[in-house]
């Protein structure tokens, strides 16, 4: 969740687990995140990432966001499929970005 100010909430499944993380993260190129683990930390991207797939988790294609770290506002994002190749994703001149809500386990390069 890409918000400000205090929040309050209840986990309605014994198996979701919230974690508070301060700043927008720390990701440095290259790095892997698992699927169901929610939004990678920001990255910085001076040119496109390279976004391959290594888990499909069970599913078809892969849809992926990249977001802006400063307002969580999306500026790419395409669709990688079985036996697909990477997907390159363009910061459009963001400092900082991050994927979203990950489906699939994806490793994240410079493109």
């Known amino acids: 969740m890409h918000d400000t100010g205090n929040f ?32 990678t930390d920001a990255f910085h991207a001076t040119g496109r990432a390279s976004v391959s797939v290594l888990d499909f988790n069970g599913s078809g294609p892969c849809d992926l966001v ?10 790419d994002f395409g ?8 997907l390159l994703l363009d910061p459009n001149d963001r400092s900082q970005v991050y994927l979203t809500d990950l489906e699939c386990s994806v490793r994240v390069s410079a493109g």
Do not use: M
Request: a negative charge; hydrophobic letters at 30%.
């Open 66 to 75: 990249l977001s802006d770290a400063a307002d969580g506002r999306p500026v």
């Open 8 to 39: 309050r909430w209840d986990a309605n499944d014994s198996n979701c687990l919230v974690i508070q993380r301060p700043g927008h993260g720390k990701a440095v190129l290259p790095f892997v995140q698992e699927y169901g683990t929610g939004d």
């Open 79 to 86: 669709t990688v499929r079985q036996n697909g190749g990477p």
